[in-house]
């Protein structure tokens, strides 16, 4: 009885081991270029990124976030200044993710996924709950500290407002500009670090279509729905249409 206890254990372990290495293999670099109080950056993050990563999927993503954007970095004696497309609340909701991103976990992959599970809904939560006022604008860091399990979202403020940040701004800044070709828009997401205007345009409305175009091999069932809704949504913009021109 025993041996067949450890024998059905180590079993369970392998299978689970196998479907790990497999999610290893089949993952898609995705990296989000966006801004902290962009509009279009936060009905992205908010409406596809964020939902898609709330199931299996989540499985099938490495994911790198730059909150950078259009912005621009001016470097004096090791003193950086930014200048944001939607002003000095933007830039500061810009340092807090990228404070974030390093601080929280030590800047680690949550353990069996290609990204930080607490990092993201924080930031996705920052993206949600923040009213924009101008210069006043202040994001809601301790509601969503409280609500995603950040442990110190002190820390994480203190560095938003300490050069940390600013050089950590700085990095994420230059991975941007190192894009090719150069960013014109934000969002933009880069699948397997090669831009392709069509897959950007389709992630912005349907991520999880885009996303499983990159996934090689049996697929998720989220890939199903999403071609299934895609193709109702087809059809009835089809009959729409030719109920329209019947009418007409």
């Avoid at 807090?96 to 976990?105: E, M």
């Avoid at 828009?185 to 897959?199: L, M, S």
């Avoid at 991520?207 to 990159?214: D, G, I």
């Amino acid at each position: 009885m025993i041996r067949q206890v450890v024998v059905t254990a180590v079993f369970l372990f392998f299978n689970v081991y196998a479907q790990h290495d497999d999610h290893e293999h089949h993952r898609v670099t995705v990296t989000v270029y966006y801004e902290s109080l962009c509009p279009d950056s936060i009905k992205f993050f908010t409406k596809q990124l964020y939902p898609s990563l709330q199931g299996n999927l989540s499985n099938y993503v490495n994911l790198t976030l730059l909150p950078y954007g259009k912005s621009k970095t001016t470097n004096d004696l090791n003193q950086y200044e930014f200048q944001c497309h939607h002003g000095p609340a933007e830039c500061n909701g810009n340092r807090l993710q990228a404070c974030a991103i390093r601080i929280i976990d030590g800047g680690k992959k949550t353990e069996g996924l290609g990204y930080n599970k607490i990092t993201t809904g924080f930031i996705n939560c920052l993206m949600d709950k923040v009213k924009p006022d101008g210069n006043n604008t202040v994001f809601p860091t301790q509601e969503c500290a409280t609500i995603n399990h950040v442990p110190d979202y002190k820390g994480i403020e203190n560095c938003a407002n300490h050069p940390d940040g600013s050089r950590y701004l700085n990095d994420v800044g230059v991975l941007t500009a190192a894009l090719n070709p150069p960013l014109t828009g934000v969002p933009t997401i880069v699948f397997n670090k090669q831009f392709k205007q069509d897959d950007n345009e389709l992630a912005q409305t349907n991520f999880v279509q885009a996303l499983c175009k990159y996934i090689h091999g049996e697929k998720p069932a989220e890939c199903s729905r999403s071609s299934a809704h895609s193709a109702v949504s087809f059809n009835f913009a089809l009959l729409a249409l030719v109920g329209a021109v019947l009418f007409y």
